[in-house]
């Protein structure tokens, strides 16, 4: 069973969900007991076959964040030069590229999903171009299939920053298995967390073998160095959790599910603002409660609703503003981004991600639904 948290009077977008604190903590003795912490131990052992087998894939690398796990992933891809992403992500995925020296060039989005628009990134590549890193906004899958055959006409590397993404599906198939690789976050404000974590996971065995050797500094073995590696080992008390939270994942994918559903019903005929849907044929998280304002029709501004939920203790977020190529340094470096990047403005513009999870209950969410509804009511532009 999740566990419920009391309703602590504030209301946040990214409120952990907290697994069974006996199984937890019966998972903790039996690390004290085996004297191992970390380099992975039996819990991150198990933890990465039970992955693997949960998600359908060959490999699981479990990792210490998923920051790390991308920049991982992209070296050992061997990555270089200029990458095609969307500017419309959590800074990490451009920061990952961009720390090891790669350009990201920022394109736009699809405004229907939110996701990375295949036609715009033929558009981008040039004889720099080595990969396209696509990102599953929001845990709904970009359009894998088109970015495939792209990557594939050009010989390109796809990959995908599948943070948001764990549980969900696409034809049918686990997320996990696309591109070449795909990157999980295990961060404490995700659907499914490890306290801090990440994982790689791919059906390419060779791929796999140095992700995992560049994890660990680059040793095979006691003393044979063959890589330039880090550190992006996952500790065995992450792994401890992991294990715990699998054990009631489905149950906070219900209730989120829950959630999802009531906003659907309590949020209805709002003017100008619209929910976003996840697909009924596909599994989905429903990890975000994603709305969009469109500030004509609400005769309210994003900006001023968000400020108001603020004052009503609701911290409701404007996830991914400003969008990263108008965060630093990408908007010094690249000042040209902007000019192509209309569709994803426009979306930073308009989004409020609401809270949800099982730190949030039914009766608040009807009364979130409520106060934004008068905030909407009474307007902000004269
Ligand atoms: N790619 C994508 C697409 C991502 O979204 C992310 C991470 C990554 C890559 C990188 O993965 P990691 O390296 O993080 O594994 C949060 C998370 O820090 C970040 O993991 C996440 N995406 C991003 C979307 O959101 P913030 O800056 O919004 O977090 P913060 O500290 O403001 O927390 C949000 C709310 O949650 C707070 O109001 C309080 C609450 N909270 C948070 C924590 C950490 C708690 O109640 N307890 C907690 O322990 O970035």
């Known amino acids: 069973m999740p566990k419920k948290m009391p309703d602590a009077g504030v209301l946040h977008v990214g409120a952990p969900n907290l697994y069974d604190e006996d199984a937890f903590i019966e998972r903790v003795r039996k690390i004290f007991k085996s004297g191992r912490l970390t380099n992975r131990g039996p819990m991150v052992r198990e933890f990465e076959q039970v992955l693997t087998d949960?998600?359908?894939?060959?490999?699981?690398?479990?990792?210490?964040?998923?920051?790390?796990?991308?920049?991982?992933?992209?070296r050992a891809l061997g990555l270089t030069g200029e990458v095609i992403i969307p500017s419309f992500?959590?800074?990490?995925?451009?920061?990952?590229?961009?720390w090891q020296g790669i350009k990201p060039v920022f394109c736009d989005i699809d405004p229907e999903t939110h996701?990375?628009?295949?036609i715009e990134v033929e558009n981008h590549i040039t004889d720099k171009t080595t990969g396209i890193l696509g990102v599953h906004i929001w845990g709904r899958p970009c359009n894998i299939n088109a970015l495939k055959t792209i990557a594939d006409e050009h010989g390109l590397t796809l990959m995908f920053d599948a943070a948001h993404a764990f549980g969900c599906s696409h034809d049918g198939r686990r997320i996990g298995g696309f591109g070449a690789c795909e990157v999980f976050s295990f961060h404490a404000t995700k659907v499914f967390n490890t306290f801090e974590g990440g994982a790689v996971t791919t059906n390419d065995d060779n791929l796999a073998n140095k992700i995992r050797l560049m994890q660990n500094f680059g040793f095979q073995g006691m003393d044979n160095v063959v890589y330039i590696g880090t550190n992006g080992k996952m500790t065995e008390i992450c792994a401890a959790m992991g294990l715990t939270g699998l054990e009631c994942l489905a149950e906070i994918i219900s209730v989120?599910?829950?959630?999802?559903?009531?906003?659907v019903s309590d949020l209805q005929g709002i003017p100008g603002l619209s929910l976003m849907k996840?697909?009924?044929s596909e599994h989905s998280n429903y990890q975000y409660i994603v709305?969009?304002?469109?500030?004509?029709?609400?005769?309210?501004t994003r900006d001023h609703v968000i400020d108001r939920l603020h004052a009503n203790n609701i911290l409701a977020r404007r996830y991914f503003y400003p969008?990263?190529?108008?965060?630093?340094?990408?908007?010094?470096?690249?000042?040209?981004?902007?000019?192509?990047l209309a569709k994803t403005e426009m979306i930073c513009d308009r989004i409020i991600c609401l809270p949800t999870g099982t730190a949030v209950r039914n009766d608040a969410i009807a009364a979130l639904s409520d106060t934004l509804r008068a905030i909407v009511a009474q307007g902000s532009i004269v």
């Open 89 to 98: 992500t959590f800074v990490a995925t451009a920061h990952a590229l961009q």
């Open 291 to 300: 709305v969009e304002i469109d500030e004509n029709i609400a005769g309210a």
């Open 54 to 74: 949960y998600l359908g894939v060959k490999h699981c690398i479990c990792m210490c964040n998923g920051t790390i796990a991308l920049e991982i992933a992209i």
């Open 323 to 340: 969008g990263c190529h108008r965060a630093e340094p990408y908007r010094t470096l690249y000042p040209d981004s902007r000019k192509r």
């Open 256 to 263: 989120n599910k829950d959630a999802y559903e009531l906003y």
């Open 278 to 280: 996840y697909s009924t």
């Open 115 to 118: 996701n990375i628009d295949p």
